[in-house]
Structures are given as C-alpha cells and as structure tokens.
C-alpha cells in the first residue's frame, strides 16, 4: 500500500474527446508526477507539479496539461484524444527538494480511445 | 536523451537466484530504482541506490551499482512464483530532480 490513489482506474474515451485522470498523493508529498505507460513498454514522464506549478516537463505535447492543487493532490486532463493515447496512465508521489527520495506510484487508470 | 536498457526476458526454476541487469546512459545519475510491476497493476518500489554506493541488500533482493560502466543489476534470493512479474529499472539525475528515466522492463518467468 503506497497510499497514492488514482482513479478512475479503467475509462474508454472516444477519439477528440477530452479525459482527466485524478491522483491523491502520498500525506507529506508535495511532489506529483505524471507517466505514460503504453503496452509493453516502459512508462515515460509526462510533466511533474511541484507545490502547485509545473516542475518539468516531457515529450508530450500541450494538450496534455495538469494541475496541483493546495493539498498536492493533482490532474492530468488530455485534450483531442488520439488513438495513441490509448495507455496506462501512472501517479508517482515524492517529497520534493534533492532527488533520490522516495517515490510512489498509484495502481494507475487504464486509459482506452475509440 | 538519456537511455536505460534491459533485456527483455529471463527465466528461472524455483529456488534459483535471479539476476537482471540495467545499462545506462546519464552520467550524472544520481539515485536508481527497482520497480516491480504485476499483470494489471501499477509499479511498486522494491528498492534504490544512491549513486555512491555499490552495493545494497534487503532481505531477498541485493543491488550492484558499478558506476563506472553504469551497470545496475538486481539479485533475487531464493526466487519464488510470486516473483513473476516485469521489473523496471529507472534513473533520476541531478538535472531532472525526482523525475525517472526508465528501461523497458524485464519479464521475469519462475518456473515452478
């Protein structure tokens, strides 16, 4: 139990439509990063929020955006969904500052576009 | 960009020691990870290395870090079936703070 909640966990979406995916972090993480995990591969790093602003970015293009909020809690929303967006979409919590700490990740929301 | 490899398969029988391996690239690593992921299930940490050391044992598992030619590699004990998953090695760097750069993944197969 990592104490990072996602959800919702499985949606199917159809193509132009817009999704968010919520997470809840771990209690004392200030830190939420997004990752992208297609099928059979490895998850890549979407963006990360830190103490509400964006703290890094990926390769991924502006209709993926997010949002921290005052309880480090966050979303993920995709705009103009793309059959490629067809993924697991993970939450990784940490407590921010120097790298190496901890960090978590939900059980992730199983994104499918139609 | 970065990159972090590893191979994608390894069997072993019940009982045997595992060892998976990781290559990478950023020589400005400064933590490792390994994750371990079930069928249908997010990633849970199994454990990480600080680039100064090279070596770290909990329990079952024990990292290698040889830095030099920034090779990782995972030991596993013992290997039972509930060790059948995929295993993800991941870096972060001092430029990129807490975000991971991760490999492939490697299927592991414990045969009974």
């Known amino acids: 139990e990592t104490g990072v909640t996602q959800s919702p966990t499985h949606l199917i979406k159809t193509r132009g439509q817009q999704v968010t995916l919520r997470c809840s972090s771990q209690?004392?993480?200030?830190?939420v990063s997004w990752y992208q995990q297609a099928l059979g591969q490895g998850p890549q790093f979407i963006f990360q929020?830190?103490?509400?602003?964006?703290?890094g970015r990926g390769n991924f293009p502006p209709r993926f955006s997010g949002l921290q909020f005052p309880n480090y809690s966050s979303e993920l929303n995709v705009n103009a969904l793309e059959l490629d967006d067809s993924a697991l979409y993970l939450c990784?919590?940490?407590?921010?500052?120097?790298?190496?700490?901890?960090?978590?990740f939900g059980e992730g929301s199983w994104l499918t576009v139609v | 960009g970065e990159d972090v490899e590893q191979s994608l398969f390894l069997s072993v029988r019940e009982g045997d020691s595992s060892v998976i391996n990781c290559t990478y690239t950023?020589?400005?690593?400064?933590?490792l990870y390994w994750y371990k992921q079930e069928p249908g299930a997010g990633l849970q940490l199994l454990t990480y290395?600080?680039?100064?050391?090279d070596m770290k044992q909990d329990q079952r598992l024990t990292v290698l870090l040889n830095k030099k030619d920034k090779h990782l590699s995972l030991r596993i004990a013992d290997t039972q079936t509930g060790d059948s998953a995929i295993y993800f090695c991941?870096?972060?760097?001092?430029?990129?703070?807490?975000?991971?750069?991760f490999g492939g993944g490697t299927r592991l197969m414990v045969k009974p």
């Open positions: 950023d020589s400005s690593s400064t933590y």
């Open positions: 209690s004392g993480h200030n830190t």
């Open positions: 991941a870096e972060t760097s001092n430029n990129a703070g807490n975000m991971l750069t």
């Open positions: 290395i600080f680039s100064n050391m």
């Open positions: 990784a919590s940490s407590r921010g500052g120097a790298s190496g700490n901890t960090i978590y």
């Open positions: 929020y830190y103490r509400e602003e964006e703290n």
